[in-house]
């Protein structure tokens, strides 16, 4: 079954960093596209960072120049390096992939980012 748990998050002052990680258990890692989700109070969840199995990464505006993705394929990881944190960044982050066209793994229970003075 395929599995995701997030770790990094916590209480941070805007311009702060912070380092997400996204450990995935029961898959072949390396064959999976992953995204970086979050989805803070009041709103929809939504897609903020995205790696192809290739490497290739993609992202929303917002966090262009500030969030890095990454992974190291030997660790089953996937990373989000958020740097010059925004209040506005503040949201319960969560990670997710899929095989190709194959499906996505189930939600789990994300890591908290607060950025807040």
């Known amino acids: 079954q395929v599995q995701f748990a997030e770790s990094g998050g916590g209480l941070v002052q805007p311009g702060g960093s912070l380092r997400l990680s996204c450990t995935a258990s029961?898959?072949?890692?390396?064959?999976?596209?992953m995204g970086w989700y979050r989805q803070a109070p009041g709103k929809q969840r939504g897609l903020v960072a995205f790696?192809?199995?290739?490497?290739?990464?993609t992202y929303i505006d917002s966090v262009k120049g500030r969030f890095t993705i990454s992974r190291d394929n030997a660790k089953n990881t996937v990373y989000l390096q958020m740097n010059s944190l925004k209040s506005e960044d503040t949201a319960v982050y969560y990670c997710?992939?899929?095989?190709?066209?194959?499906?996505?793994?189930?939600w789990g229970q994300g890591t908290q980012v607060t950025v807040s003075s």
């Open positions: 997710n992939g899929h095989p190709g066209s194959g499906n996505f793994g189930s």
């Open positions: 029961g898959i072949i890692f390396n064959i999976y596209h």
């Open positions: 790696i192809t199995s290739g490497g290739t990464a």
